[in-house]
């Protein structure tokens, strides 16, 4: 589908999508989620929407960070892959891999993993877990066949609901990595050509059972390209399909380093974060902002989905979790139980 011109698209009809899409946030919720937005300076709301841990994790970080507002006590995002564990962070449980666990059929079983993970996550001082990986198996050969739940759609829906509600009952899950990446070799450059009714049937069903269903906060963007956009600027998948049709009211993050192309493809069709670096926002997106190429409401409306989910998953507020929770007795059992299930 080809990009149109922001002129096409209405403001009101896109920031709709992110106020007004789920009746279970609360007024009072939406109106301190206004009152913090509204306090942002420019520069403010578009470092939120970069990343700013260089391209590999400095020296003693185990997670990946996105600034919040320090003088509004709005809080940082703190990341960390991934799907079978926390990878940099010392201790930390080691899961069977995706594929594993989701040969036992028992979606109650990946719920406590998830749960485990997230738990473990905001004990590691961190808030959002780039997990599940959600693509769909084509080929055995695929490079990363293990870190998926398989071939079967519906499989793939239930073993990702039951990740995404354990892992928030701390903190933010990350489905990805939306969409149609299924291959590994050529991720960065391929573009996948298929028509809408295999692209909802096949390929994004799983993705929206995890945005309904799990209610999931975030969701990843991927490196191909579908129909001659890239994922990560893909008007269609973002803008009409996940936050329109869908009504989806979390925020979009890219995958890292080569998920973004362009600023204004980005900006205009819907991600509202860059990860790990800015290499298209950050100043380039502040400079297309005040250039006025980037409507602002627009970039109130990529920060006002960031601020809700951290005020409504109590980012704001101590987790009450400390390091005992990390590779403890009871997520080693989980595990076990998955690796003896599966």
């Given at each position: 589908?080809?990009?149109?011109?922001?002129?096409?698209?209405?403001?009101?009809?896109?920031i709709a999508c992110?106020?007004?899409?789920d009746?279970?946030?609360?007024?009072d919720?939406?109106?301190?989620?206004d009152?913090?937005?509204?306090?942002?300076?420019?520069?403010e709301?578009?470092?939120?929407?970069?990343g700013d841990?260089?391209?590999?994790?400095?020296?003693?970080d185990?997670?990946?960070?996105?600034?919040?507002?320090?003088?509004?006590?709005v809080?940082s995002?703190?990341?960390?892959?991934?799907?079978?564990?926390?990878?940099?962070v010392?201790?930390?449980?080691?899961?069977?891999?995706?594929?594993?666990?989701s040969a036992?059929?028992e979606?109650?079983?990946?719920?406590r993993v998830g749960?485990?993970?997230?738990?473990?996550?905001r004990?590691a001082?961190g808030?959002?877990l780039?997990?599940?990986?959600?693509n769909?198996l084509?080929?055995?050969s695929?490079?990363?066949?293990?870190?998926?739940?398989?071939?079967?759609?519906?499989?793939?829906?239930?073993?990702?609901?039951?990740?995404?509600?354990?892992?928030?009952?701390?903190?933010?899950?990350?489905p990805?990595?939306?969409a149609?990446n299924?291959?590994?070799?050529?991720?960065?450059?391929?573009?996948?050509?298929?028509?809408?009714?295999?692209?909802?049937?096949?390929?994004?069903?799983?993705?929206?059972?995890?945005?309904?269903e799990?209610?999931a906060?975030?969701?990843m963007?991927?490196?191909?390209?579908?129909?001659?956009?890239f994922?990560?600027?893909?008007?269609?998948?973002?803008?009409?399909i996940?936050?329109?049709?869908?009504?989806?009211d979390?925020?979009?993050?890219?995958?890292?380093?080569?998920?973004?192309?362009?600023?204004?493809g980005s900006?205009l069709?819907g991600?509202?974060?860059?990860?790990p670096?800015?290499r298209?926002?950050?100043?380039?997106?502040?400079?297309a902002?005040?250039d006025?190429?980037?409507p602002?409401?627009l970039i109130?409306d990529?920060?006002?989905?960031?601020?809700?989910?951290?005020?409504?998953?109590?980012?704001d507020q101590?987790?009450?979790?400390?390091?005992s929770?990390?590779?403890?007795?009871?997520?080693?059992?989980?595990?076990?139980?998955a690796a003896v299930e599966?």
């Open positions: 589908m080809a990009s149109r011109s922001l002129a096409l698209v209405p403001i009101a009809i896109i992110s106020s007004g899409s009746s279970s946030v609360s007024s919720l939406e109106r301190r989620v009152e913090l937005v509204a306090q942002m300076t420019l520069e709301k578009v470092a939120q929407m970069s841990s260089g391209v590999f994790l400095p020296a003693g185990t997670l990946w960070n996105v600034p919040g507002v320090e003088r509004l006590a809080p995002f703190k990341m960390a892959d991934g799907p079978r564990g926390l990878g940099p010392e201790g930390a449980t080691t899961f069977p891999v995706g594929m594993a666990r036992s059929w979606p109650s079983v990946e719920n749960a485990a993970m997230g738990r473990e996550l004990a001082g808030n959002i780039l997990a599940p990986t959600i769909i084509r080929h055995p695929w490079g990363r066949s293990q870190e998926t739940y398989g071939e079967d759609v519906h499989l793939l829906s239930r073993m990702g609901v039951a990740f995404v509600q354990g892992v928030q009952e701390n903190a933010l899950a990350n990805k990595h939306y149609a299924s291959i590994e070799d050529t991720r960065f450059e391929v573009d996948v050509t298929i028509d809408e009714r295999t692209l909802r049937e096949i390929y994004l069903k799983h993705f929206r059972a995890a945005v309904l799990g209610e906060a975030s969701v963007s991927a490196y191909n390209s579908v129909n001659g956009q994922c990560g600027e893909n008007e269609h998948l973002i803008r009409d996940l936050k329109g049709d869908w009504g989806f979390g925020f979009v993050l890219s995958d890292w380093i080569f998920g973004t192309q362009s600023t204004l900006a069709n991600l509202d974060i860059e990860m670096i800015a298209v926002y950050g100043e380039p997106l502040l400079t902002v005040q006025g190429d980037v602002e409401p109130d990529a920060v006002r989905r960031m601020v809700r989910k951290k005020l409504l998953y109590g980012l101590p987790s009450g979790l400390d390091e929770v990390i590779g403890n007795d009871e997520h080693l059992a989980v595990a076990r139980e599966g």
